[in-house]
């Protein structure tokens, strides 16, 4: 499993995640349990993989630089 997902895409993945379980725990609404499909964003920022990203051949990650000869 290759890293797919840069520096801020992985913030935002894992704030994005930890808030929609937040309000999935916490919320007081009737559709409160929609926020458990905060485990996703926060699983693919935590591991830095995306199938998705996959999928559709993207990354976010920045190139690696490759040392001068």
């Known amino acids: 499993m290759k890293a797919n997902v840069g520096g801020v895409d992985r913030v935002l993945r894992i704030v ?34 995306c199938p998705a990203y996959g999928l559709f051949g993207m990354n976010t990650c920045p190139m690696e630089t490759r040392a001068a000869r």
């Open 16 to 49: 994005v995640g930890l808030a929609l379980l937040a309000w999935a725990f916490f919320g007081g609404s009737e559709y409160h349990w929609w926020g458990l499909v905060g485990f996703v964003p926060l699983a693919t920022g935590l591991f830095r993989f």
